[in-house]
Antibody
Framework: QVQLQESGPRLVKPPQTLSLTCTVS??????????WNWIRQPAGKGLEWIGR???????DYNPSLKSRVTMSIDTSNNEFSLRLTSVTAADTAVYYC????????????????WGQGILVTVSS | DIQMTQSPSSLSASVGDRVDLSCRAS??????LNWYQQKPGKAPKLLIY???NLQSGVPSRFSGSGSGTHFTLTISSLQAEDFATYYC????????FGGGTKVE
């Protein structure tokens, strides 16, 4: 069974950098039919896609966060990471990592496995 | 960017009711639309992919329809465990989610 687990500091001071890692088990991170995502959810609010990273290292980011986000992938340890710089209280949220997979046609993709989420609070 | 709009933001329903949730895209996304269910304190769970395909293990009372800019998630007979928040997500370009519909 595929499992994803977020880890990292749960409290970050502004305007420092938020750093999280997602460790994947039960599947290799080095597959062309998947890519790896970060999504966040402020308390009581909806889901916000942060960005994605492919095995090749190619990334795409949400335009609203692009200037502050960096993602990386470590295939040897089967994990990928998120860095968000210059954080403010508005970055307080539950952060999820999730896998996108293709369907049998190869045309359609969906977020099929998610981590449990980690609450990161930005406060001095 | 593609904007996703869900309506209503919340709805009140009873066990056994048929429930229809709406999701609209700001531009044509063909069938690149997925639906997720989220319960409090839990990660979202994939219900429907490619607009109308039921994810493995999801009860058949859930169904999805639509293409282009208008999509619907239908729960044919609401069960107690279905009280949750539902999100649509487009996958045509970089991902984006609707604001969610809470079924209570």
């Amino acid at each position: 069974q595929v499992q994803l687990q977020e880890s990292g500091p749960r409290l970050v001071k502004p305007p420092q950098t938020l750093s999280l890692t997602c460790t994947v088990s039960g599947a290799s991170i080095s597959t062309d039919s998947h890519y790896w995502n970060w999504i966040r959810q402020p308390a009581g609010k909806g889901l916000e896609w942060i960005g994605r990273i492919y095995t090749s290292g190619k990334t795409d980011y949400n335009p609203s966060l692009k200037s502050r986000v960096t993602m990386s992938i470590d295939t040897s340890n089967n994990e990928f990471s998120l860095r968000l710089t210059s954080v403010t209280a508005a970055d307080t949220a539950v952060y999820y990592c999730a896998r996108v997979t293709e369907d049998s046609t190869g045309w359609y993709e969906s977020l099929d496995f998610w981590g449990q989420g980690i609450l990161v609070t930005v406060s001095s | 960017d593609i904007q996703m709009t869900q309506s209503p933001s919340s709805l009140s329903a009873s066990v056994g009711d048929r429930v229809d949730l709406s999701c609209r895209a700001s531009q044509n996304i063909a069938r690149y639309l997925n639906w997720y269910q989220q319960k409090p304190g839990k990660a979202p769970k994939l219900l429907i992919y490619a607009a109308s395909n039921l994810q493995s293990g999801v009860p058949s009372r859930f169904s999805g329809s639509g293409s282009g800019t208008h999509f619907t998630l239908t729960i044919s007979s609401l069960q107690a465990e279905d009280f949750a928040t539902y999100y649509c997500q487009q996958g045509l370009m970089t991902l984006s989610f609707g604001g969610g519909t809470k079924v209570e």
